[in-house]
């Protein structure tokens, strides 16, 4: 059935568009001044909350796709997993190039020794290995090994979580709410893949190396 | 009718007679109330840009003096001014005190003064501030976020201030709070904060020319979410520390304990001088984003913090000898 009308490719240029609405969003408010007193943080926030939003959107897809048997959905994972790099990349670029500006060194110190900065650097250098490694060419050549080295996205998702709680002033209970949001829904989209892990597990101690590979590809 | 500057503290009216002649007082340019502004809440179109423009325009201010220790740095807006504020007594978010402090009554009002002084009691505030002639200053304000802005506050002296009240030896500390009123406060009803609000100033701090007992910005009553009807302004410390909406003071003997620095004493110190060389736990402190002029910039914000927030010719040798790491 190879000419048989693809519904799903077909629709992944609107789904592209679709995630580039924040971006436009975004680009549309600043050109209108409507970003308010602060512009600067207004555009590190808004970048940060959309790479966050969508990285948890690319972690619920294989959750959702065992839960509902739509197993079309997966082929959506990558063009979402890109999309966290590209807002993850952009929110980065806003604090380089637009907030430090001409104090751009002062990163190096931010990252040695800040840790809510030491989490969101360390989560966008871990994004890079598994963007260059989304294609096609990459995952026959990376065989089981690329499904181990993405499964960083889950360090990654931590750790950015973490970037959002720990730059909120502490003591601000209600500031911290809306990274608890965040942590609530991605303790819960791993949380659902544990039961997987578990079997996964014990499957590979009764069997062979081999029959453990096969398992792991399943996942 | 301003009467001599010099009005001993013993003649400043206590409560009870002032109560009965309030009426009197009724045309004192202090701090209307709000009438109109009640619970309505302005989108960014219709936001007022300048104060005269505002719903219900502040009383304007007889300001007798301008300019000391001014600055010729670009002012902030007066929309940004009083549109991003951290006053959490209304709520959390930048935009929450403009929003919500529409209900907020800072007339009449009383302060008491209490502790090591020879005169303590309470006053109404008219009486507390009439034997002092206005000053406007440009101060820079620079927030512990990192942010910073160039503000002319309206004000007098707290040092001339306080002098009145004749503070006694053992007056070591000045300790301040915010007034708590739940019902025109939103923001009260949660835990951010261990409320009352607490702030406090070593007593030759609080007697330093700087330190401003402010009662206006931009030549009119202070904005209710700027912290009317009177607030501190400290300069060359990190914004917190210039309490606002003013009820208490009292002169101490031991350091008090203030809002922030009980909430998280590694990140705020009781002295809380705007310091480059030492950064908040979890930000670098050694340059801010100024938030000044009224045009839209997106670029170039970024300033150098200069330590005493650019103040330390005035006020560096206030802590000489002290290890400002220690006393942060």
Redesign the interface.
């Known amino acids: 059935m190879p000419h048989r009308f693809d519904r799903i490719a077909a629709s992944k240029p609107f789904v592209f568009a679709l995630c580039l609405l924040p971006l436009a969003w975004l680009v549309w408010d600043?050109l209108h001044?409507?970003l308010?007193?602060?512009?600067?943080?207004q555009?590190e926030h808004r970048s940060g909350d959309w790479t966050l939003r969508i990285l948890l959107a690319t972690l619920g897809v294989t959750p959702l796709r065992l839960l509902t048997k739509w197993h079309w959905l997966s082929r959506y994972r990558r063009m979402l997993g890109l999309f966290a790099f590209f807002y993850a990349s952009t929110h980065l670029t806003i604090y380089l190039v637009?907030?430090?500006?001409?104090?751009w060194s002062?990163i190096f110190?931010?990252i040695a020794?800040?840790?809510?900065i030491t989490v969101g650097f360390a989560a966008w250098l871990m994004m890079v290995p598994l963007a260059i490694t989304s294609t096609k060419g990459m995952i026959r050549r990376l065989g089981g090994n690329w499904l181990r080295l993405h499964r960083l996205v889950y360090l990654i998702g931590i750790c950015g979580v973490l970037h959002f709680m720990?730059?909120v002033?502490?003591?601000?209970?209600?500031?911290v709410r809306e990274p608890l949001i965040y942590l609530t829904i991605l303790i819960g989209l791993l949380a659902l893949r544990v039961p997987g892990w578990l079997k996964r597990w014990h499957t590979s101690r009764r069997s062979s190396p081999a029959r453990a590979a096969v398992n792991a590809k399943a996942a | 009718m301003r009467k001599s500057a010099d009005i001993p503290p013993s003649e400043i009216t206590p409560e009870t007679v002032y109560r009965g002649r309030r009426e009197l007082l009724k045309g004192f340019a202090l701090a209307a109330p709000a009438l109109l502004v009640g619970c309505g809440r302005h989108s960014d179109a219709d936001a007022s840009a300048s104060p005269a423009s505002e719903p219900t325009p502040r009383p304007e201010l007889k300001i007798a003096r301008r300019g000391q220790f001014g600055t010729t740095e670009p002012q902030t807006s007066y929309q940004d001014a009083t549109h991003y504020n951290n006053y959490y007594e209304f709520g959390t978010d930048k935009a929450d005190p403009a929003r919500n402090s529409g209900r907020f009554q800072p007339k009449p009002w009383m302060v008491e003064i209490a502790g090591h002084a020879e005169v303590t009691g309470k006053f109404a505030l008219e009486d507390f501030l009439k034997p002092h002639p206005l000053e406007e200053r440009i101060y820079r304000m620079r927030c512990v976020e990192a942010w910073s802005m160039v503000l002319p506050w309206v004000g007098i002296p707290l040092g001339d201030v306080l002098k009145r009240f004749k503070p006694t030896a053992a007056a070591k500390y000045v300790a301040f709070t915010t007034v708590e009123r739940p019902s025109e406060m939103p923001g009260l009803a949660y835990g951010v904060l261990d409320w009352p609000y607490r702030e406090g100033l070593r007593i030759d701090e609080a007697m330093h020319p700087l330190t401003l007992l402010t009662v206006g910005l931009y030549g009119r009553a202070l904005p209710n979410q700027n912290g009317a009807p009177l607030r501190l302004v400290v300069p060359w410390k990190y914004g917190f520390k210039g309490i606002k909406s003013i009820v208490r003071i009292e002169f101490t003997d031991q350091q008090p304990r203030t809002a922030w620095n009980e909430s998280a004493p590694r990140e705020y110190g009781f002295y809380s001088n705007v310091n480059p060389a030492i950064d908040h736990p979890r930000w670098s402190q050694s340059t801010e984003r100024r938030i000044a002029g009224s045009g839209f910039s997106l670029l170039g914000n970024r300033v150098a913090t200069l330590p005493f927030n650019g103040y330390a010719d005035q006020v560096a040798t206030l802590y000489s000898g002290m290890d400002l790491r220690k006393y942060f």
């Open positions: 600043t001044s409507q308010g007193t602060d512009p600067v943080a555009l637009i907030d430090l500006g001409g104090f002062q110190a931010e020794k800040k840790p809510f720990w730059q002033k502490s003591g601000n209970k209600i500031a």
